[in-house]
């Protein structure tokens, strides 16, 4: 491998502010701000939009399609076609 030609690869915190979620992990992500986190260490932090705390399909607010009444929409429709 070449030297110095790859990312830093270091731990960085990864925070959901619309669900209050943070965790630690490794990444190559690059940031400015920082944050003092649990164990009293400096890192990181990076900022996202949507964690597995606040995804809908995570946390089981899912909205489900009804489905149902497509059926007979569409056999309604096309009945007065045959006719």
Do not use: C
């Amino acid at each position: 491998m070449k030297r110095d030609i790859h990312p830093r690869y270091r731990q960085v915190v990864y925070r959901d502010r619309s669900a209050d979620f943070a965790f630690l992990t490794r990444s190559t992500a690059e940031s400015s701000q920082t944050i003092e986190w649990t164990d009293g260490n400096t890192y990181p932090v990076i900022d996202v939009e949507i964690s597995s705390a606040s995804h809908p399909f995570w946390t089981g607010r899912q909205r489900l399609l009804d489905s149902e009444g497509r059926v007979e929409k569409f056999r309604r429709k096309y009945a007065r076609k045959q006719q």
